[in-house]
């Protein structure tokens, strides 16, 4: 399983890479302020009401880039920069956030199935650190060793089929954001601009996650077929 470990580690770091690079363009874009003065939390409750979305609660949350949509409770929790910021960078993560508002109220289907896959993955991510432990343990041997890789391979599925999905929600997410910001007149060239390239770099994220689950279920897949050889 060592080869597990360096793709994981690959991974990270390209991970850290890229989250460091969103960082950095947040912080960029958050000095461009925005020429109609309007702050993330009023961003998102005017793209919400140009969609006629009354029933969704907008609220500060807390961290850094940590806004997100909750479809259960109906919540758009923008981070304290995004809430009350006045910059593109604001505007453009606001109406991201947004973005997934509409897709749920528009019953988007590949929400729908990201949504269906999560209590799979959290199950799917408890079952592997068992199965990696009994494996490091030397339990898993013989035909109940392949019984548990089998299992593992599935598991591993789930997750990279979880982050692939992921990837059409959030770039459908950001292209509808960055349409409704240039329809409602909220930003114009170097502005929009700026909010195209800070959603493209928030995306390029879930692209390295999703690469990296296919890359390990591929791995974990091909160590499953080379141990029944």
Wanted: charged residues 15%.
């Amino acid at each position: 399983m060592f080869g597990y470990f360096i793709i994981i580690g690959i991974g990270s770091l390209v991970g850290m890479a890229i989250s460091g690079r969103l960082k950095s363009k947040f912080t960029q874009y958050s000095r461009v302020p925005i020429q109609s003065g309007l702050t993330g939390a009023q961003i998102a409750k005017r793209m919400m009401d140009d969609y006629g979305i009354y029933d969704v609660n907008i609220v500060q949350g807390k961290g850094f880039l940590t806004d997100h949509y909750n479809p259960k409770t109906k919540t758009v929790s923008l981070s304290p920069a995004v809430y009350s910021g006045r910059s593109i960078a604001s505007a453009a993560v606001a109406a991201h956030e947004c973005g997934h508002v509409v897709q749920h109220a528009e019953a988007y289907s590949m929400l729908t199935m990201r949504s269906n896959l999560v209590p799979l993955v959290q199950m799917s991510s408890k079952l592997q650190q068992f199965l990696f432990f009994a494996m490091m343990a030397g339990i898993a041997t013989g035909a109940f060793g392949n019984i548990l890789l089998m299992v593992l391979v599935a598991t591993f599925g789930v997750t990279a089929l979880f982050s692939l999905v992921t990837l059409p929600v959030e770039f459908d997410a950001s292209n509808r954001a960055l349409a409704w910001i240039e329809d409602a007149g909220i930003a114009h060239g170097a502005e929009l601009d700026g909010a195209k390239d800070s959603l493209w770099w928030a995306a390029m994220t879930y692209v390295a996650k999703a690469m990296t689950s296919l890359v390990i279920f591929l791995f974990i897949l091909l160590q499953m077929m080379g141990g029944r050889d």
